[in-house]
């Protein structure tokens, strides 16, 4: 079972809880949301406890987070956008502490599964939607309408444009899902082969080092993934955010 | 071996639900698929994932919002607070050590100004009484020169009028021991005189 690479994102449950038949078991991967909460809350909180003013190792990772996300949003979305500051920094937290606890055998890999980060990337589209057209009205349509595109093409771009913003969801939770999943599955497939191999003599223990040099390389691009998918996803949201704020300005 | 069966079992295990496990080898596959689906497609979970998901994520936003954001934007703004007021501190004391510096410098060209001017009094005084000196000395040397020039006039006069007295007595003593008589003083005074006009 060991060997099986989909086995890995089995949902298992742990305390079984049914309400009016449906059903919200606590699962394993119901802990992993609640560790991820707990290792990255509990990181920011204990790091920047003492308030420094200079800081210290933990302190200065913490601000160097703040600072990218701010300086990330600031530029995506303009100073009007700092107010979506906590969501921005939640979703990337979170997102990115997901996917590195993912790293560490054993662990569950919560942003593998698809409803997770469909629920994220509606989160975004839904906090996109609510306040383009609580702040702007009907001009938030006005996204779906470039300016300085002639009458005749107008039609066939407001399609366009209608399905790209429909799209975003989509593209947004299955490039982060998909990325785990496959890694994951490129990573077990890869120590599977490392130790059936290693199970059939001299030869195999010989052949058995390549995709352990694999295994390892994918590790180190595994992590690469882990933060560069959580980079994606909050810079995307800053952009789609940025649509809110100014729907006419593209 | 075992990986190759494994991954072959899950591939149609994936596409088709309801495969059955090939073999008895593979009953527990099947078994924790859920009925074969794959696991991040099996929307039994659905309900209790989302469910945890908004709880554990709502709170942690919450923190981030309540807790976290503004301790750090708090300490950032600190510390910008604190080197803005240390850069104007800063600022301060440099225009203060300009001032101070320029201060120094119109105090150290006034000193010099003023030792120049001490210098070019002491060296027009000393000028001045080295003249007055000078003009005293060379009026005493003068004095005593015209002094001195009167008393060589006078030993000249005194000396040339014992001139006619020796030579006189010289005259009487020489014309005594050439012809043995006394010549009478006045003819030897005259003579004397005769010869002193002649010199």
Redesign the interface.
């Known amino acids: 079972?060991a060997?099986?690479?989909?086995?890995q994102?089995?949902?298992?449950k742990i305390v079984p809880?049914e309400i009016g038949g449906?059903?919200?078991?606590?699962?394993n991967?119901?802990l992993f949301?609640?560790a991820?909460?707990a290792c990255?809350?509990g990181f920011?909180?204990f790091a920047?406890s003492q308030?420094?003013?200079i800081?210290g190792r933990a302190?200065s990772v913490?601000?160097m987070s703040?600072?990218f996300i701010a300086g990330m949003l600031r530029e995506g979305a303009g100073s009007s956008g700092m107010k979506f500051?906590?969501?921005v920094?939640?979703l990337f937290?979170?997102v990115l502490t997901a996917n590195l606890l993912g790293m560490f055998p054993y662990f569950y890999t919560?942003t593998?599964?698809?409803?997770?980060t469909f629920?994220?990337a509606l989160?975004v589209i839904g906090t996109v939607l609510v306040y383009g057209f609580y702040k702007h009205g009907l001009h938030f349509l006005q996204l779906f309408v470039p300016s300085g595109v002639p009458g005749a093409l107008l039609p066939l771009v407001i399609a366009i444009e209608v399905i790209s913003f429909l799209s975003r969801p989509v593209s947004l939770s299955v490039r982060l899902?998909a990325n785990m999943?496959a890694g994951h599955i490129t990573l077990k497939?890869f120590a599977?082969?490392v130790?059936?191999l290693g199970?059939?003599g001299a030869l195999g223990i010989g052949g058995a080092v390549l995709p352990l040099i694999m295994t390892v390389a994918l590790t180190g691009l595994e992590f690469l993934v882990a933060f560069l998918q959580a980079y994606v996803f909050a810079v995307l949201t800053c952009m789609y955010l940025n649509d809110a704020i100014h729907p006419g300005g593209h | 071996?075992?990986?190759?069966s494994?991954?072959a079992q899950?591939a149609p295990?994936?596409t088709d639900p309801h495969a059955a496990p090939a073999g008895g080898a593979h009953t527990?596959?099947g078994a924790?698929?859920g009925g074969g689906t794959?696991?991040?497609?099996?929307a039994?979970?659905?309900?209790?994932?989302?469910?945890?998901?908004?709880?554990?994520?709502g709170?942690?936003?919450l923190?981030?919002?309540k807790?976290?954001?503004p301790?750090?934007?708090?300490?950032?703004e600190?510390?910008h607070d604190?080197i803005a007021q240390d850069l104007d501190e800063a600022a301060r004391l440099k225009a203060e050590a300009d001032a101070a510096v320029e201060t120094y410098e119109r105090e150290l060209a006034a000193a010099r100004s003023k030792g120049h001017k001490i210098a070019e009094t002491a060296r027009e005084a000393a000028k001045t009484k080295a003249a007055a000196d000078r003009t005293a000395i060379e009026a005493e040397l003068a004095d005593k020169l015209a002094a001195a020039e009167t008393r060589i006039g006078e030993i000249k006069a005194k000396a040339f009028a014992e001139v006619g007295q020796i030579a006189e007595d010289t005259a009487t003593a020489i014309v005594d021991q050439l012809i043995g008589a006394k010549a009478s003083g006045d003819d030897i005074k005259a003579a004397v005189a005769a010869a002193k006009t002649e010199a």
Do not use: C
């Open positions: 079972m060997n099986d690479p989909i086995h994102f089995q949902i298992s809880i449906i059903d919200f078991s606590f699962t991967a119901s949301m609640v991820t909460v990255a809350a920011l909180y920047t308030r420094g003013l800081p302190q913490a601000e703040y600072e500051f906590p969501l920094f939640s937290m979170f919560i593998s599964q698809i409803i997770v629920a994220l989160l899902f999943l497939v599977g082969f130790a059936s199970t059939m | 071996m075992f990986v190759t494994a991954y899950t295990a994936a527990e596959t924790d698929h794959f696991p991040p497609f099996d039994t979970h659905f309900s209790s994932q989302l469910l945890w998901l908004v709880i554990t994520f709170l942690f936003y923190l981030m919002k807790v976290i954001v301790r750090v934007g708090g300490i950032l600190h510390r604190r």
